[in-house]
């Protein structure tokens, strides 16, 4: 019987592949036509060991691998000797190793969409001001695990806040709207506008401070996930 | 003049950065302050005293243009003055009184036009999307 290398699929833990899709400053396009990062645009060969993010990954069972959070950054002993852009470069690379794992996130369906999305918004903020950080890495991460602990939820309208945090936006009929900001700290605020049933002629809007944990479970008296859910 | 309040019948441009618009549509970040912004900047488009729309929206192309990186998808959203006062007085909770301002710009960054929405917060989501149903035109920011 074959036994399966749970430590060496190419797609998942070799780092040069997250280069693949998204490389240092650089804009790219990945337009590949699969959910597997499109590999002709980059000569491996040509990126030796110093471009590599300084990046660890746990080994753990594959299976357990999507859900967990897997990146623990190597930071030198010496802090002091890190400069501003050495930081920078340190978030871009959180960005795109995040960008990288909801590519490659079997639990979300519209996982190659998004990714292309999120790509598409790094590479918009970048051509704004190249030295801005992009996305900002814990608002990613924030998302990242709402999408997680919602599977079923309808792909949202995204775009990036003067911060550079993830803002995402359902829109359903008699002009829904359900949007959540992605802060720091697995922090959100949100806004809902939703028909008063009782009071046809009115709306109801409401705003508000919660965890990704939560949210949805809080906001349940609104009825939601109705409409933003598959 | 600086600080004069823009009549209610008249119309404001905002510039929206390509990250906050969303296959053409504009979002509601497009509304929302830099930490370090007191107010949301706009162009006052009777004051330019052009002719009709076209020739407005031309000219405040010519006028970002000069200021900014337009990205392609870039966009101008054209608001009533009169109108977004009065939807963000009338549906906020707080029941939010923003004033429209003019504050032209006369150093390097010459833009006699320019003014703001004034009295917003940084973590004004519900007002951004109020704000952004009161948009009543759209345009590429990019000639």
């Known amino acids: ?230 | 003049m600086k600080g004069d309040q823009i009549p209610d019948p008249d119309h404001i441009a905002r510039f929206c950065k390509p990250m906050q618009v969303s296959e053409g549509q504009i979002q509601a970040t497009a509304f929302m302050l830099r930490p370090d912004e007191e107010y949301l900047s706009v162009n006052w488009l009777e004051f330019l005293n052009c002719p009709n729309r076209d020739s407005e929206i031309t000219e405040i192309r010519n006028i970002y243009s000069a200021k900014l990186n337009v990205g392609a998808r870039a966009k101008l959203a054209v608001i009533n003055v009169g109108e977004v006062c009065e939807k963000v007085l009338t549906e906020s909770p707080d029941r939010r009184n923003i004033e429209v301002l003019h504050d032209p710009m006369e150093d390097d960054l010459f833009d006699p036009s320019h003014s703001g929405i004034y009295n917003l917060k940084q973590d004004d989501e519900l007002i951004a999307e109020l704000i952004l149903e009161t948009v009543l035109e759209t345009y590429t920011a990019r000639h």
Request: contains cysteine; aromatic residues 12%.
């Open chain 1, 1 to 230: 019987m074959h036994e399966i290398d749970l430590y060496k699929d190419p797609y998942r833990f070799d780092t040069r592949q997250i280069y693949s899709i998204v490389y240092g400053d650089q804009l790219i396009e990945d337009d590949s036509p699969s959910d597997h990062p499109y590999t002709g645009a980059w000569d491996f060969s040509q990126i030796t060991t110093p471009f590599l993010p300084p990046v660890r990954y746990e080994n753990t069972a594959y299976a357990n691998q999507e859900e967990s959070d897997t990146s623990i950054v190597d930071l030198p002993e010496n802090q002091d000797t890190i400069t501003q852009a050495n930081v920078l470069k340190n978030e871009e690379d959180q960005v795109q190793e995040l960008i990288f794992r909801i590519k490659t996130s079997r639990s979300i369906p519209y996982r190659g969409s998004l990714a292309n999305r999120l790509l598409a918004l790094y590479n918009d903020a970048k051509e704004e001001d190249s030295d801005c950080i992009g996305i900002a890495p814990e608002s990613l991460r924030s998302f990242n695990k709402f999408l997680h602990l919602h599977t079923n939820i309808k792909c949202p309208i995204i775009s990036l806040t003067p911060e550079y945090n993830i803002y995402a936006s359902w829109r359903g009929k008699q002009n829904r709207v359900f949007s959540v900001h992605f802060l720091t700290n697995e922090d959100v605020r949100f806004v809902i506008f939703k028909p008063n049933d009782r009071h046809p002629e009115r709306k109801i809007r409401v705003s508000g401070l919660a965890t990704i944990d939560i949210i949805m479970e809080t906001l349940t008296p609104y009825y939601i996930e109705d409409w933003v859910s598959e």
